[in-house]
């Protein structure tokens, strides 16, 4: 398998989408609940359900596309992100927004991050790194 065919590794919030039926076209290869302390910043829930997933290379862009839809972006329960990685690319999915980046060029984040804080998410969630 060349490296641009591997499969994309993420995390996705379930608690961050408006319509969790896209979590059936990804595979799930494990789910953990953490409960939410003051330090996320999501005063309005009380837990996180965070599902590691695996999307293959052809449904990578099909996945961000869907995703942008469906996550949440509001001034009232904040705007949240998805990502998910290869050894080559990194995506970052805000809603209706898709960063599709270069883990060889870590001058292409700095906009993805720039992108998040302008949207009032905070700095330690926005650490996007080639290496990170």
Not at 31 to 44: D, L, M, R, S
């Amino acid at each position: 398998m060349s490296p641009t065919e591997q499969n994309f590794i993420g995390v996705i919030i379930e608690e961050s989408l408006t319509k969790t039926d896209i979590l059936n076209e990804m595979n799930i290869i494990s789910t953990e609940v953490e409960q939410v302390t003051e330090k996320h910043q999501t005063p309005h829930l009380k837990q996180w359900t965070l599902h590691t997933i695996e999307i293959s290379a052809d449904k990578a862009d099909q996945i961000a596309e869907k995703l942008s839809q469906v996550l949440i972006g509001d001034d009232q329960t904040g705007h949240w992100y998805a990502d998910y990685k290869n050894d080559d690319w990194v995506y970052i999915i805000f809603p209706h927004k898709i960063f599709k980046l270069n883990r060889h060029n870590s001058a292409e984040f700095q906009a993805a991050k720039e992108y998040g804080l302008s949207l009032g998410i905070p700095e330690y969630q926005v650490n996007f790194s080639p290496d990170w």
